[in-house]
């Protein structure tokens, strides 16, 4: 076969397992904690409360309106 025939098709099958791959990953939500309060100041201190107290996957601060609030993610 000419190489350029194997080199397509190799191509071919790398983008459509790549494809599969994607798939099967968790989707993740963001939300607005609902246990935070005040600033957020600290990510890890963030994301330790949605943690253990929200049964998220993690946690992060993100700027909300003029301050930063602490937002937890969760798989959707």
């Known amino acids: 076969m000419n190489n350029k025939v194997i080199l397509a098709i190799l ?3 790398l983008l459509i397992a790549s494809n599969e791959m ?3 990953e968790a989707k993740v939500c963001q939300r607005r904690s609902k ?3 005040g ?3 600290n990510t ?3 994301s330790r409360q949605c943690k ?3 049964d998220g996957r993690f946690g992060a ?3 909300s309106g003029i301050g930063f609030a602490c ?3 969760f798989n959707c």
Do not use: A, D, K
């Open 11 to 13: 191509f071919c099958f």
């Open 22 to 24: 994607q798939g099967r």
């Open 35 to 37: 246990t935070w309060s």
């Open 39 to 41: 600033p957020c100041i």
């Open 44 to 46: 890890g201190n963030c």
């Open 52 to 54: 253990n107290q929200e």
């Open 61 to 63: 601060c993100h700027r």
């Open 71 to 73: 937002f937890c993610y």
